[in-house]
């Protein structure tokens, strides 16, 4: 009797804090590192979980993450993420086009509004329309 591997993690989960819950979206993540830069005590790669948001207010480093993978709720009543205004959007050499601002971006599942993004523009992604490093965006640095 063979068995079946075991299904892959899913892409994206939340991690309870005090007032604060913390999700990350793997799929999104293109390992800028300003969460674990920003607050090592918060965010930790090697750890599991790598997120612990009990240890100190993460929502102003998760604002720093270009990416969007992580994002936040509060749940003690203060304001979720405020989004940049006006809408920022810079074109990198590479071709990724970061994104902050009040979004509504059309993804083949649904239309989500979002306040940071990294948009593919080599057109060669596998995650569209965000950027996965796929294709030229991969020497992003």
């Known amino acids: 009797?063979?068995?079946?591997?075991?299904?892959?993690?899913?892409?994206?989960?939340?991690?309870e804090g005090d007032g604060i819950t913390v999700s990350y979206d793997a799929h999104r993540c293109l390992h800028a590192a300003e969460c674990v830069h920003g607050l090592?005590?918060?965010?930790?790669?090697?750890?599991?979980p790598w997120i612990r948001p009990r240890h100190a207010s993460a929502d102003d480093?998760?604002?720093r993450c270009p990416s969007g993978a992580l994002g936040y709720h509060r749940t003690d009543g203060m304001p979720d993420e405020v989004p940049d205004v006006?809408?920022?959007?810079s074109?990198?050499?590479?071709?990724?086009?970061?994104?902050?601002?009040?979004l509504e971006v059309a993804t083949p599942e649904n239309p989500r509004q979002e306040t940071r993004v990294m948009v593919c523009g080599c057109g060669l992604t596998g995650n569209a329309p965000f950027c996965d490093h796929s294709g030229a965006?991969?020497?992003h640095v």
Do not use: K
Request: positive net charge; glycine residues 8%; charged residues 15%.
């Open 91 to 102: 074109l990198h050499a590479d071709g990724v086009v970061h994104v902050r601002g009040d």
């Open 137 to 139: 965006c991969a020497r």
């Open 61 to 63: 480093v998760i604002h």
């Open 40 to 48: 090592p005590g918060v965010f930790q790669a090697g750890r599991r």
């Open 86 to 89: 006006p809408t920022h959007v």
């Open 1 to 15: 009797m063979t068995s079946e591997p075991p299904p892959p993690p899913p892409a994206t989960r939340s991690y």
